[in-house]
């Protein structure tokens, strides 16, 4: 069965920093590509960060592009988002994403709040 669960959401400050992780079971996580996506309300669902199944190469949203970091290990089966100078407008449900070829997984998100 396949799963991707994603932890560290919460509230901060502005200025703050979280560290969100998703750890994969059930496929070969070193095969798949992994991003975090993020949907604020009322928003479509944007790519955040992505990272080749190797870790690389990654890619960035313009708006996080110098305060987030991607990394993945592939001997834990985790992928993770470290988020600095959070702002306001970061506030969101954090998704992961796994994909190789037509197969594609999602997790079921994790809440980031960013507010003083």
């Known amino acids: 069965q396949v799963q991707l669960v994603e932890s560290g959401g919460g509230l901060v400050q502005p200025g703050g920093s979280l560290r969100l992780s998703c750890t994969a079971s059930g496929f070969t996580f070193r095969w798949y590509a992994m991003s975090w996506y993020r949907q604020a309300p009322g928003n479509e669902r944007e790519l955040v960060a992505h990272i080749t199944n190797t870790g690389g190469s990654t890619n960035y949203a313009n708006s996080v592009k110098g305060r987030f970091t991607i990394a993945r290990d592939n001997a834990k089966n985790t992928v993770y988002l470290q988020m600095n100078s959070l702002k306001p407008e970061d506030t969101a449900v954090y998704y992961c994403?796994?994909?190789?070829?037509?197969?594609?997984?999602w997790g079921q998100g994790t809440q980031v709040t960013v507010s003083s």
């Open positions: 994403r796994a994909r190789n070829g037509n197969q594609d997984y």
